[in-house]
């Protein structure tokens, strides 16, 4: 091992150390099923904004955006504007209204829950259809992250690919099993600040070296004029209103996430909900800039040798221009970005399952203690699923985040949007509404011939679905209408 290496090491060392410790912590403050799912419903604005933030935009931020900003040029700045925009108006138009809604609702604390609970089904099969879809789309969400971590630890370390996507998944598993939510929202607060730092430090850094942003500018444009274009791809063809909305359609995907939407349920009280939305969409915009910053100075740094694999432009940037020291923590920022969004979706996937598939079909009796063990093992479980599906080497970090993307803003998006705003809508519609926006992002996938995002006909179809069965099924009960209303006036 090389003098810089040990450096590099030590560092990443220190920084897991860190993050283990305050799983601790928080594993001592865990006594229950809605602390270890919701952390209590005590986040603070700050800690929410930057937890929400941190959950959401993941080891992507980091190297696949910047790698397809290094590959498309500026038509990359399409899907940072629509992540933007869908950040702004989930927070402005679902934070309040979901976080009053699920506390009125038996104090919900999973999204399967709110549903089950929102429009009194006593079926349950609302509650497990949500479940099965989040499981689904979770793996390879969780995926995305273990392929991320692999790289990270490939290009760092020169590890093999196998070993080092196996100890990363080992890394975020350790404090996600013993700490849960709050251990989770803690670290992601440290994780958010760091990935912050790095992409801010890393533009600054290059274009110093290279002589500006006319400099980085020229480069671009000496390789391929059509880099910098908005309205054109690389090969010099329009976009046309199918790619561009597809690009845009991203925003979407914002409605239906679990992870992120549970963030919106724990913060403290309504009133730190605005300084909160004014943090994560500053937060965003910031990151989002950055993360396309790098890779267009990428493709002037590294010159016609290029990368032989784009999605590592951020880890490239750093170890050229950094001390070990502050490689090391930089690096360690792109484990912090991975670590924030893949603990975040193994705690939903375990919580789906202790909530909503052992407590609500097995156990209806089981102990806070026993369901928070459940909890923590189906986290394992889970991991070593998203596992196999990551030791791909093939895999994208963006192609697998797409998906998932996708597949939880048509299947839920809709439906927790309309079940905020529309008294009329019913248990049927909501089913109705899941289970053709899941379905359609998995069918369209697959037949798509014009190459439009599956989340635009998904979501567009499970908006129609819910309206259309809503209207032509009973409406909701006397009860349901009175939560409903009596919600409404809290708004």
């Given amino acids: 091992m090389t003098g810089n290496t040990a450096i590099v090491t030590a560092t990443f060392l220190v920084y897991l150390g860190i993050m283990l410790a305050l799983g ?217 209103a199918v790619a561009i909305l597809s690009l845009l359609g991203w925003g979407l995907g914002y409605f239906g996430q679990p992870h992120i939407l549970a963030r919106f349920k724990a913060v403290q009280n309504d009133a730190a909900l605005p300084t909160a939305r004014r943090i994560a969409v500053l937060w965003s915009a910031v990151c989002l800039f950055a993360a396309l910053m790098i890779g267009w100075i990428g493709i002037g740094f590294f010159g016609e040798a290029g990368l032989g694999d ?39 996937s375990s919580s789906a399952l202790a909530e909503d598939f052992y407590k609500a079909l097995f156990r209806r009796d089981a102990t806070q203690v026993e369901l928070v063990w459940v909890g923590r093992f189906a986290v394992v479980g889970i991991a070593i699923l998203a596992l196999l599906f990551a030791l791909n080497p093939e895999s994208t970090v963006l192609g697998l985040v797409a998906y998932a993307w996708a597949g939880f803003g048509a299947a839920f998006g809709p439906a927790v949007i309309l079940s905020l705003f529309w008294r009329r809508m019913n248990r049927n519609g909501a089913l109705a509404g899941i289970l053709v926006g899941g379905l359609t992002v998995v069918i369209y996938k697959q037949i798509d011939s014009i190459g439009l995002y599956e989340i635009i006909p998904g979501f567009i179809l499970a908006t129609i679905a819910i309206v259309v069965v809503s209207l032509l099924t009973p409406p909701p009960s006397k009860t349901i209408e009175a939560t409903f209303d009596e919600v409404a006036e809290k708004y």
């Avoid at 509650?127 to 979770?138: E, H, T």
């Avoid at 923590?329 to 792109?334: G, K, P, Y």
């Fill in 24 to 240: 601790y912590i928080a594993y001592k403050r865990t006594t229950n099923l809605s602390d270890y799912i919701l952390g209590g419903r005590s986040l603070g604005p700050g800690t929410a904004a930057l937890s929400a933030g941190a959950s959401d935009m993941s080891g992507w931020l980091l190297l696949g955006l910047p790698g397809y900003a290094m590959v498309a040029g500026y038509e990359a700045s399409w899907i940072a504007i629509g992540l933007l925009v869908g950040t702004w108006l989930n927070w402005l138009i679902v934070a309040r209204r979901l976080r009053v809604y699920s506390h009125a609702v038996n104090d919900s604390l999973t999204l399967p829950a709110y549903f089950e609970f929102r429009f009194e089904d006593k079926t349950r099969v609302l509650r497990v259809i949500s479940a099965i879809f989040i499981l689904l789309f979770f793996l390879f969400y969780t995926s995305s992250g273990l392929v991320a971590a692999g790289k990270l630890f490939e290009s760092t370390f020169g590890m093999s690919y196998t070993l080092a996507v196996v100890i990363g998944t080992l890394t975020i598993v350790s404090y996600t099993f013993f700490g849960g939510f709050l251990a989770v929202s803690w670290t992601d607060v440290i994780q958010g600040l760091l990935m912050a730092a790095a992409l801010v430090l890393i533009p600054v850094m290059a274009l110093n070296g290279m002589g500006g942003w006319d400099e980085a500018r020229a480069a671009m444009e000496a390789k391929n004029p059509n880099l910098l274009t908005f309205f054109t791809d690389v090969e010099g063809k329009a976009l046309g």
């Fill in 310 to 348: 784009a999605e590592t432009v951020f880890l490239a940037l750093v170890q050229a221009l950094m001390h070990p020291l502050v490689a090391g923590i930089l690096l360690a920022a792109v484990l912090a970005a991975i670590m924030s969004t893949a603990d975040s979706q193994l705690l939903v």
